[in-house]
C-alpha cells in the first residue's frame, strides 16, 4: 500500500546512501514503485574479486537498520548471472477449482526439482492461502469492538508453547501446551470476551472467516486460460538439454497419475534453440571436415594426403583437452571457434608434406626427406601460423560485456593452431618417414598430377597477361578497393547481431491509472483474442500476464507492477519453418493493434517490444534523465521523446515514468487526537488493518515453506467505498473506540 514517493524517501534512499560507499560499483539503478523498492547495482568488468563486491554489498544492507515497521521481510540481495537461467515452462491449467490446481501444481513443482541439475523451480500466477477474518462494521460498534482487539484474541489464541520435562519415577514425559490453528471452526470460536457469568462474544459472533487465497496483485494465462506456470531454472554447470529431457519425461509420467481435467502446457524451451544452434555448426564442422580431407586427398597423393587429415582431430582434441584445464565447456560459442580454425589447421601439414614427398619423390629415403623437408620449410610455416594468430589477438583484449563473450573465439583458435604447429613438425614428419615410400618410377610419381596440367597452362596465361599489363591489373585492383569500401561505409547496414533468429516478441499495455487489476483483465482480452490468430505456422504459444511488465530473459531493472499493465509474450514457431521474421510479423500486426488501442480508450499505451539477439541484450536505445524535479524530468523526457520519433526507424517509443495510482491522503488534527488520547501512529495502523489487514497470526503446516497468514479487515463491499471513512473506529489507550472523522479529513 506504500506509494512510490514513500518508497523513494524511507526505503531506497536508505539503501543507495549505504550502496554508493562499496568499492568497484559501476553503475547504481533504482526504481521505486508501489510497495517495492528495486535497486540494480552493475559491478566493474574489471573488478578483481567479484565475489567480495557482493558481500559488501549484502553488509551495506545489512548496515540499514531503521527501515519503516511495515517493511515484511529484510532487502535480499540477489547475484544476476547468466549460469542461472530458466530452461523451460510448464502452464497448468483446466476446468477445476484454484485448490486442486494448486495441489498438481505443488506436486509437479516437488517433482522437478528433484531433476538432476535443477537450481529451483518459481511459480507464476500462484497464490499462497490464507484466512480472512471479516468483521462487520455495524457489529463491532454494537458490541464495542475493534480491530485491534479481535487481532489480539486470535494472536493469544494461536499458540504452541513447551513446557519443559515431567519424570514420573521410571518415565518422561515432554509437556506441551497446544493451542494452534488446524481448522477454520476454531478460528470462529476464538474467545473475544467473556466475563464470570457464562456469558462470551465469539469471533464468530461479529465477523466472518473464509479460508481463500491472498488477492490477486498478478495474474496468468497460458493460450488464454488461467494457468500457474512453473518455471524450470537450471544450475550454472546443469545440462540445459538434459534438464529438458527430464522435465519432459518426469510430466509425462505426472499427467498418467494426475486428472483429466488437467492440461500442462511446455513452452520457451530453451534447450530446443540450442540443439539447433548445436546441429547447425555439427552439421557445418561436418561439412567442412569432409571438404578439407576431400581436397587434400584430390591435391595430394593419397599417403601425405591421410597422414596431413590426421592432424585435424590431434589439434582438436589437444585444443578441448586444453579448454578443459581452463574451465571451459563445448558451448555455441567455442564449437564456432572451432568451426572457424578447422580449415587453417592443416594448412603448415600441407606445405611440410608436400615439400617432404617432393624429395621422396627425387629418390631420398623417407627418413631423410622428412628430415630435410620439415627443416627447410620450418621458417616459412611458422611465420604463416603466427601471423594468422597476431590476427586473432587483438580480440583477445576487447573490454566490456561483448568482449567477454568474443573471448574465447581467438583463445580457442589459437590454442588449435599452436597445436597444429606442434603435430605438424612433431607428429607429421614422423608418420612420412614411416608410411610414405618411394615411388617406383618417374611415371607414378608424377601420374597423381597429370589432371592439374591444363589448370596450370591456363593460370599461366592469366599470370602473363596480368605481368604484361600490371598498371592496369594494380588501377583496377585499387579501385575496386575502393567501392568495397565505400558500399561497407554507406550502402551495406551494420548489424552485430542479427534478429532472423528471434522467435519472441511481445505486446505491452498500459491503461489509466486507477484501473483495478479485474478490469484490466477484461480489457486485454481483445489482444489475446487478436493474438490467438495469428496463424500456427507462424506462433507456437502466448503467454499473457496481468500486473506486471518486464523483460522476459531474466532480470529487467525496468520491471513495473501495477494494476492497469499486462504483457503477452507471443512465441514463434522456429525460424526455419516459417516464412516470415518476427519484425516482419509485427510489422504486419501493427495496423490491427493501433485499431483495438483506438477501440479502448481505457488504453494510454499499446505497443509491441521487439526482442534483440545478443550480447547485449535490452532495448536497442535506452537514454536516462536523472534529476530532483519531477516536473522537469517530464518536460526533458517528452522532447527526448518527440525527438526520437522523428527519426527513421524508430518505433514504439516508451517511458519508465509512472504517477502511480490516485491517493486519498488522511491528515491527522493532532490536538483533537491528542485530546481524544490517540496518536497520528495509532490511526495510520488502525486504518492500515482496515483495507491491507492486520496480520493477526500464521498457521504452520507440515512443510517448512508452507505458512498460512491469517488477516484481520473489513469485508470487501464495506471497504472499498468512500463512505467507510465516515464509519470507521479508531481505539485509544483506553479501549474507547473514537470515530476517525473526528479526529480526520480526508483530501483526494
Known amino acids: 500500500g506504500a506509494s512510490a514517493e514513500d518508497v523513494e524517501k524511507l526505503v531506497t534512499a536508505k539503501l543507495e546512501t549505504e550502496l554508493r560507499e562499496v568499492d568497484d560499483i559501476e553503475e547504481i539503478y533504482s526504481a521505486s514503485i508501489e510497495g517495492i523498492s528495486l535497486i540494480t547495482l552493475k559491478i566493474t568488468l574489471d573488478a578483481k574479486d567479484k565475489r567480495k563486491v557482493t558481500n559488501d554489498i549484502q553488509k551495506a544492507i545489512d548496515r540499514v537498520t531503521d527501515l519503516p515497521e511495515g517493511v515484511d521481510d529484510r532487502p535480499v540481495v540477489t547475484e544476476i548471472t547468466s549460469g542461472k537461467m530458466p530452461v523451460i515452462k510448464a502452464a497448468l491449467s483446466g476446468q477445476m477449482e484454484e485448490g486442486e490446481l494448486r495441489a498438481l501444481a505443488d506436486n509437479l513443482k516437488d517433482r522437478l526439482e528433484d531433476i538432476d541439475g535443477v537450481a529451483s523451480v518459481s511459480r507464476s500466477g500462484w497464490r499462497d492461502e490464507e484466512y480472512w477474518v471479516e468483521p462487520d462494521l455495524a457489529k463491532m460498534k454494537e458490541y464495542h469492538v475493534s480491530i485491534e482487539e479481535v487481532m489480539d484474541s486470535v494472536a493469544k489464541r494461536n499458540i504452541a508453547i513447551p513446557g519443559g520435562k515431567l519424570r514420573d519415577n521410571n518415565r518422561e514425559f515432554i509437556v506441551r501446551t497446544m493451542g494452534e490453528f488446524t481448522t477454520q471452526e476454531e478460528i470462529e470460536n476464538v474467545v473475544i470476551r467473556a466475563n464470570d457469568q457464562g456469558n462470551w462474544l465469539k469471533v464468530k459472533d461479529i465477523a466472518f472467516v473464509r479460508h481463500t487465497f491472498e488477492e490477486e496483485t498478478k495474474m496468468n494465462r497460458v493460450l488464454g486460460t488461467r494457468s500457474i506456470t512453473l518455471v524450470v531454472i537450471k544450475r550454472e554447470k546443469g545440462d540445459a538439454i538434459k534438464i529438458v529431457a527430464d522435465v519432459n519425461k518426469v510430466i509425462a509420467e505426472f499427467k498418467k497419475s494426475a486428472s483429466d481435467k488437467l492440461k500442462i502446457t511446455t513452452f520457451h524451451d530453451l534447450s530446443y534453440y540450442i540443439k539447433r544452434r548445436l546441429s547447425v555448426l555439427k552439421f557445418n564442422g561436418t561439412v567442412g571436415l569432409l571438404m578439407v580431407v576431400g581436397i587434400l586427398f584430390l591435391f595430394m597423393h593419397p599417403i601425405p594426403a591421410l597422414m596431413t587429415s590426421l592432424g585435424i582431430p590431434a589439434a582438436m582434441l589437444t585444443t578441448m583437452y586444453v579448454m578443459n584445464l581452463f574451465g571451459m565447456s563445448i558451448n555455441l560459442i567455442t564449437m564456432f571457434g572451432l568451426i572457424v580454425v578447422l580449415g587453417m589447421l592443416v594448412d603448415d601439414g600441407i606445405i611440410i608434406s608436400e615439400n617432404v614427398y617432393r624429395y621422396i619423390e627425387k629418390g631420398m629415403s623417407p627418413r631423410e626427406a622428412a628430415v630435410k623437408g620439415a627443416t627447410e620449410v620450418a621458417a616459412p610455416v611458422v611465420s604463416t601460423v603466427l601471423t594468422t594468430i ?238 530532483e524535479d519531477f516536473s522537469v524530468i517530464t518536460d526533458i523526457i517528452s522532447k527526448i521523446k518527440g525527438f526520437l520519433q522523428g527519426i527513421d526507424g524508430v518505433q514504439d517509443v516508451s517511458d519508465s515514468y509512472d504517477l502511480g495510482s490516485q491517493e486519498l491522503r488522511i491528515h491527522i488534527d493532532e490536538e483533537k487526537a491528542a485530546s481524544a488520547y490517540l496518536t497520528v501512529g495509532q490511526i495510520a495502523i488502525a486504518v492500515r488493518n482496515v483495507f491491507e489487514g492486520g496480520l493477526a497470526t500464521t498457521i504452520k503446516r507440515s512443510k517448512a515453506e508452507d505458512e498460512i497468514k491469517v488477516l484481520v479487515r473489513l469485508p470487501k463491499e464495506q471497504r472499498d467505498t468512500l463512505m467507510v471513512f465516515n464509519n470507521l473506529l479508531i481505539p485509544n489507550k483506553f479501549g474507547n473506540l473514537i470515530p476517525l472523522k473526528e479526529v480526520s479529513r480526508i483530501e483526494e
Open 390 to 627: 597476431a590476427a586473432f589477438t587483438p580480440l583477445l583484449f576487447m573490454s566490456g560485456l561483448l568482449g567477454k563473450f568474443v573471448r574465447t573465439i581467438p583463445f580457442v583458435i589459437i590454442i588449435a593452431l599452436a597445436a597444429s604447429l606442434l603435430e605438424a613438425f612433431i607428429v607429421l614428419p614422423s608418420h612420412l618417414a614411416d608410411f610414405c615410400k618411394p615411388p617406383k618410377s618417374v611415371v607414378d610419381a608424377k601420374e597423381k598430377a597429370h589432371w592439374l596440367v591444363g589448370l596450370r597452362e591456363r593460370y599461366r596465361k592469366v599470370l602473363d597477361a596480368a605481368l604484361n599489363h600490371r598498371y592496369k591489373v594494380a588501377l583496377g585492383t585499387t579501385i575496386i578497393f575502393i567501392m568495397c569500401i565505400v558500399m561497407a561505409k554507406f550502402f551495406i547496414p551494420f548489424i552485430l547481431f542479427s534478429s532472423r533468429g528471434v522467435e519472441q516478441f511481445a505486446i505491452r499495455a498500459e491503461a489509466k491509472d486507477g484501473i483495478s487489476l479485474e478490469r484490466m483483465s477484461e480489457l486485454i482480452v481483445p489482444v489475446e483474442e487478436f493474438v490467438s490468430k495469428i496463424p500456427n505456422e507462424n506462433m507456437d504459444s502466448y503467454e499473457t500476464i496481468i500486473g506486471e511488465m518486464s523483460e522476459e530473459r531474466g532480470f529487467d531493472p525496468d520491471a513495473k507492477k501495477g494494476s492497469n499493465l499486462a504483457l503477452v509474450n507471443i512465441y514463434l514457431t522456429p525460424s526455419q519453418g516459417r516464412k516470415k521474421t518476427a519484425k516482419e510479423i509485427i510489422e504486419e500486426l501493427r495496423p490491427a493493434l493501433e485499431k483495438i488501442k483506438d477501440q479502448i480508450p481505457e488504453f494510454e499505451k499499446l505497443y509491441f517490444r521487439e526482442l534483440r539477439e545478443g550480447p547485449p541484450v535490452g532495448k536497442a536505445i535506452d537514454v536516462r534523465v536523472r534529476g
